[in-house]
T-cell receptor, first 117, second 116 residues
Framework: GAVVSQHPSRVICKSGTSVKIECRSLDFQATTMFWYRQFPKQSLMLMATSNEGSKATYEQGVEKDKFLINHASLTLSTLTVTSAHPEDSSFYIC?????????????FGPGTRLTVL | GENVEQHPSTLSVQEGDSAVIKCTYSDSASNYFPWYKQELGKRPQLIIDIRSNVGEKKDQRIAVTLNKTAKHFSLHITETQPEDSAVYFCAAKGEGLTGGGNKLTFGTGTQLKVEL
């Protein structure tokens, strides 16, 4: 149980285009999902916390208009990188909490490698 | 906010030896401490976790200890095997009344290499 999927696994796009990444909890309902960014050989940096049915909470320094997050259902959250530029190239990973608030464990998706040319 | 420090950044051991990775945290209200293993290009996988009401937890070759007074916790891997080679991340979660209270703060990672 507790499987999280992400799509696509890899995307290459031209500068100025927008890219949407989907994060799904396959066998449980996730009231909270998290979006991380990871540069090569570095740690996971939390970008935002996504709560079903409400606006996402962004970490300091993360542009909410640049990284649009939608959590429309208990099993799906999306991250849209708008007007992508080469500096947005990174590994984006989502995670989900299983069950209601108070459940600690986060399960991670397989990640999406974004390359902006 | 929470700050988590992790040491060492790289660790090389001989197969069969033990490996220890240490983390410290700053927020005394933190109450949940997971450890993740990440292989190159893959997702982080939860390998063990501990809550603040417990001092030690063990699962086969892996154990975690927590010292709340000193605000540090450690991962212990015994009888290391080549397949243990990966990057290991510690993390800490504080309390909170909203979904944001569930967020994890990660350490900087330890590259473990188990040599034959």
């Amino acid at each position: 149980g507790a499987v999280v999927s992400q799509h696509p696994s890899r995307v290459i796009c031209k500068s100025g285009t927008s890219v949407k990444i989907e994060c799904r909890s396959l066998d449980f309902q996730a009231t909270t999902m998290f979006w991380y960014r990871q540069f090569p050989k570095q740690s996971l940096m939390l970008m935002a916390t996504s709560n079903e049915g409400s606006k996402a909470t962004y970490e300091q320094g993360v542009e909410k208009d640049k990284f649009l997050i939608n959590h429309a259902s208990l099993t799906l959250s999306t991250l849209t990188v708008t007007s992508a530029h080469p500096e947005d190239s990174s590994f984006y990973i989502c995670s989900a909490n299983q069950g209601a608030w108070g459940t600690d464990t986060q399960y991670f998706g397989p990640g999406t490698r974004l390359t902006v040319l | 906010g929470e700050n988590v420090e992790q040491h060492p950044s790289t660790l090389s051991v001989q197969e069969g030896d033990s490996a220890v990775i240490k983390c410290t945290y700053s927020d005394s209200a933190s109450n949940y401490f997971p450890w993740y293993k990440q292989e190159l290009g893959k997702r982080p996988q939860l390998i063990i976790d501990i809550r603040s009401n417990v001092g030690e937890k063990k699962d086969q070759r892996i154990a975690v200890t927590l010292n709340k007074t000193a605000k540090h916790f450690s991962l212990h891997i015994t009888e290391t095997q080549p397949e243990d080679s990966a990057v290991y991340f510690c993390a800490a979660k504080g309390e909170g009344l909203t979904g944001g209270g569930n967020k994890l703060t990660f350490g900087t990672g330890t590259q473990l290499k188990v040599e034959l």
